[in-house]
């Protein structure tokens, strides 16, 4: 394997998203979008309900938003601090030693010059030699959303938080050319090193329908040129936003800084379609000297392509973690809330628990696990075995904190002959659809079987997250659902009816997974208002934004149930509360 040394280059990301917290496909408001009477109305009052226990949340007011520098992670996120919903952002800064305990520093970046003055948008980090961060950032120069390209670097490198940055004069560093959409050109990556001493980036955008992935060059990092064509794009899939270019090991867990590439590295290709407010990524081959990514051709390039996330999940960014040999996925969760409820409880958007990123070793996707720190967080633990689930019967997992919990479950099963035939007519439905159709109430043969998360004690509301197990012509097909649509009482489902309110769709994806072990895992970490489910040691992870108004704090209750005519078994349940980090002071 052919990389560069770690002590020339550390390419290490920047999350920072800039996005609002409400989707365009799904019958929601487009990203960007600003409601000038509200995003400076201050929160004065911040509302606790549904707030998050153990996932990194300000405050106050609305997030969405790493890199690790000698000795420290740096969180930067998009940050409102004068309303709940998109406005007046800054790049707000965190830092860390675990990723699980977080300190607030001042503001890093904030609009203070003729190339900023605007916005300052998303964007990445990287190490350049001598050890020294350079953040690459989306800057907003005119009324017109005018977008260019800035940097800047610390003041002082031997500060180990990097609490003052500085904007040089000399940006912006690129800037759109006549091929190029100006108003829809951001998100800079985190640059890379070629053999040939060249840095790269790429940056997204679209020229009509088209999403781009715009290529830039540079000897010094300072005079970019555009690449002629660029990294990768693909026709009808609109505008990209927050791209994100990284290699990732065949035969290794471990994970490679972003210079890396040899026979033994593919790359991922991540995005975040502004059109339907998800992020896709694609297996592939980079080609250094063609300057071009391909996908494997059997990826499926476009909106029914893999996801990260098949849920509340938007604006993704990875990082390199030299400390620990890993490559990090941190990921923001938008509210499901409306934005007027938004203004009311003061505070939207949740950054998820940090994921480590691998290959599967059946090199189709990717597989997702919440980092190892988060177990520190753990306390009083619950277990149970060998329990049967017959049709129509549940059981409760008490003795824990169950709004605040992590549980980690293995179910199995005697025969798959009770697996309900797959309609060829569904071919057509994604996951969500037919989670849709086949909910946790539907009874199937194999399956419906799972979790009911936040619920209340009469189920009048809950959160369900389960599997049900199809039979294909050719194979069986396993489905896993997280339904957000029963985890609120909704008095007037009318005003359910445009973008400005709730969005509790019931999320689903394939599992693809061998099912001749005639098991199934799942893990869910539940955090009063967030749902993060992994299913098949991370093979699908689905995340859902719930607002319940009985199943809060003590009055919450879990259940493991089976809805299917298959009797099921809890092979092994271990389920534990989750502590509040003891340094949160964002």
């Known amino acids: 394997m052919e990389f560069y040394s770690k002590s020339i280059l550390w390419a290490l990301p920047v999350l920072l998203l800039s996005f609002l917290v409400l989707f365009n496909i799904n019958g929601v408001e487009a990203s960007h979008k600003e409601y000038m009477h509200l995003h400076s109305k201050s929160a004065i009052n911040v509302k606790q309900v549904h707030r998050s226990g153990y996932h990194f949340q300000p405050t106050k007011h609305w997030i969405n938003g790493p890199m690790y520098f000698n000795g420290y992670y740096h969180l930067f996120y998009q940050y409102n601090p004068k309303g709940a919903v998109w406005g007046n952002i800054v790049w707000a800064h965190s830092v860390s030693k675990d990723l699980i305990n977080w300190k607030k520093v001042p503001h890093a970046i904030y609009p203070s010059k003729p190339f900023d003055k605007y916005g300052c948008w998303s964007g990445s980090a990287t190490i ?61 990556t985190t640059a890379w090193l070629g053999k040939d001493g060249y840095w790269r980036t790429t940056i997204g955008g679209r020229r009509k329908r088209r999403g781009m992935a715009f290529l830039y060059r540079s000897k010094d990092f300072i005079n970019w040129v555009r690449v002629r064509h660029p990294l990768h794009s693909k026709n009808g899939t609109g505008n990209w936003e927050c791209p994100d270019f990284f290699p990732i090991a065949v035969d290794s867990k471990n994970g490679l800084d972003t210079s890396a590439i040899g026979q033994n590295v593919k790359h991922v290709f991540k995005v975040s379609l502004d059109l339907t407010r998800y992020d896709y990524y694609t297996l592939g081959t980079y080609f250094p000297e063609k300057e071009r990514y391909i996908p494997d051709k059997d990826m499926v390039d476009g909106w029914e392509g893999l996801r990260y996330d098949y849920g509340n999940f938007y604006a993704s960014k990875s990082f390199f973690d030299p400390s620990k040999n890993r490559r990090i996925l941190w990921g923001w969760s938008n509210e499901s809330d409306s934005t007027d409820n938004d203004v009311k409880k003061g505070w939207a958007g949740v950054q998820l628990i940090p994921r480590t990123v691998v290959l599967d070793p059946n090199g189709k996707q ?80 194999l399956g419906p079987f799972g979790l009911l998360t936040l619920a209340s004690e009469n189920l009048e509301e809950y959160t369900p997250v389960f599997f049900r197990i199809f039979k294909a012509q050719d194979k069986h097909k396993v489905l896993l659902c997280s339904d957000a649509s029963r985890s609120t009482i909704v008095e007037d489902k009318t005003s359910m009816k445009d973008g400005r309110d709730a969005w509790r769709p019931s999320f689903g994806g394939f599992v693809n997974v061998d099912m001749s072990s005639k098991k199934l895992s799942l893990r869910s970490l539940i955090d009063n208002s967030v749902v993060e489910s992994f299913a098949a040691g991370g093979k699908t992870v689905i995340t859902s934004r719930v607002y319940p108004s009985l199943a809060i704090y003590d009055k919450a209750c879990l259940y493991a149930f089976n809805n299917g005519t298959e009797a099921v078994k809890i092979e092994s349940l271990a389920a534990w509360s989750m502590n509040r980090p003891k340094l949160m002071n964002h």
């Open 128 to 188: 350049l030699p001598g050890n020294k961060p350079v953040i690459f950032y989306t800057g907003i120069i005119d009324t017109n959303q005018t977008q260019v390209q800035n940097y800047a670097v610390p003041a002082n490198l031997s500060d180990p938080c990097l609490i003052e940055w500085i904007k040089p004069d000399n940006n912006p560093i690129i800037v759109a050319d006549q091929y190029v959409n100006k108003t829809t050109f951001r998100d800079p």
């Open 366 to 445: 990717l597989l997702q696990w919440p980092i190892e720190e988060l177990e520190t967080l753990r306390g009083d633990k619950v277990e149970l075995s060998n329990k049967v689930l017959m049709k129509g019967e549940k059981v409760g997992i008490k003795g824990i904190t169950v709004a605040q919990a992590d549980v980690d479950v293995t179910f199995s099963f005697d025969s798959l002959d009770k697996a309900e035939p797959f309609d060829p007519s569904w071919e057509k439905l994604n996951g969500e659809k037919l989670c849709g159709l086949k909910g946790s109430t539907v009874q199937g043969g």
